[in-house]
């Protein structure tokens, strides 16, 4: 790549010629030979100040312009385009991270409850199991059954399926670049490039310079990276919460007496008289994460917008 250290002297456009623009001044009805002041400045003169023949010959599909360091301030008249090269992405830039893309599910599976008859809490004899059956109103086997106990713990079930997956994220602040100025003469003269700095060709994308122009720097409006795939599988683990709760009739809205399915061993509210003919195990999703190590991606860097801007020796 390279460095730029150029400098454009401010540029005066006044080319001859009374259809021209005001850039081009009055032109006076001449068409002499255009001078250089001291200043490096075009002064007035005709239309062969304009030819951008006379310093260079420009490919098709090329513009003429100038490349200079970012500090360097345009010709008069020029347009302005400030752009960056040699685009660069340090260690870490791309980082992989695993993301939940499906969510376990916590309404089937088995709910297992746990008693006991003492007058302190202690939950550690195993009842009947139940199943989740995706939050139906389900009857109970053998019923009707009584909640004599003194005391009840529930457990939501397991959660089941879920899917998880690496992805790469790119941190814009480990991206780097060098600054560069692309000055543009206007299109009714471009020769006024040749009375300046280094006389150069753009063409927009990554392509390959003429002959004439063999310096290729590429540019683009600023500097990024791509993230490679972090390649690497990972498992979703989950946690399920809900409610059991226990009904007299089979629409389960009848002689509710419900327990959170946390694991908590509490008191037992409900009489010991009332049978219990159905259940409903309502179940939502606590908490889900991804068990893996991440893996690395490997950043490549690039510009957006990229222009290949080609330059005289």
């Keep these: 790549m390279r460095r730029f250290a150029f400098l454009l002297p401010s540029v005066v456009l006044a080319c001859g010629g009374a259809e021209d623009s005001s850039l081009l001044g009055d032109g006076g009805g001449g068409g002499g ?9 075009v002064t007035e003169g005709g239309p062969q100040s304009c030819d951008v023949t006379r310093c260079a010959k420009v490919p ?7 490349l200079v360091d970012a500090n360097t301030t345009c010709p008069t008249g020029f347009d302005t385009n400030d752009v960056v090269s ?18 376990p599910d916590c309404t089937t599976g088995n709910v297992t409850r746990y008693l006991d008859q003492s007058s302190t809490p202690m939950c550690n004899y195993q009842a009947t199991t139940l199943s989740a059956n995706g939050g139906a109103c389900t009857a109970i086997a053998n019923g009707p059954l009584y909640l004599q106990y003194y005391h009840y713990a529930t457990n939501a079930p397991p959660p089941s399926g879920g899917v998880c997956q690496f992805d790469a994220t790119l ?7 060098s600054k560069a100025r692309i000055c543009a003469p206007p299109s009714s003269c471009q020769g006024a490039v040749c009375d300046g700095g280094p006389v150069c060709v753009k063409q927009d994308g990554d392509v390959t310079c003429p002959g004439d122009f ?6 683009g409006a ?3 990276a791509e993230c490679g795939a972090c390649g690497s599988a990972c498992t979703v683990v989950g946690q399920c919460m809900g409610t059991l709760g226990f009904y007299t009739d089979s629409g389960c809205s009848l002689g509710a007496q419900s327990f959170t399915a946390d694991g908590t061993c509490v008191t037992n509210p409900a009489s010991a008289a009332t049978g219990f003919t159905y259940y409903q195990f309502k179940g939502s999703l606590k ?21 290949t801007v080609c330059c005289r020796p």
Aim: net charge negative.
């Design 60 to 66: 098709d599909g090329f513009q003429v312009v100038s």
């Design 222 to 224: 600023s500097a990024t």
């Design 33 to 41: 030979d255009t001078g250089t002041g001291g200043d490096g400045s």
């Design 171 to 177: 941190d814009p602040q480990k991206i780097s670049s």
């Design 287 to 307: 908490s889900a994460t991804c068990n893996g190590t991440p893996p690395t991606s490997t950043a490549t860097a690039k510009l957006n917008g990229a222009t």
């Design 86 to 103: 040699s685009p660069a992405a340090s260690d870490g830039a791309c980082t992989c991270g695993c993301n939940v893309t499906t969510q």
């Design 214 to 219: 063999p310096n290729k720097t590429l540019v």
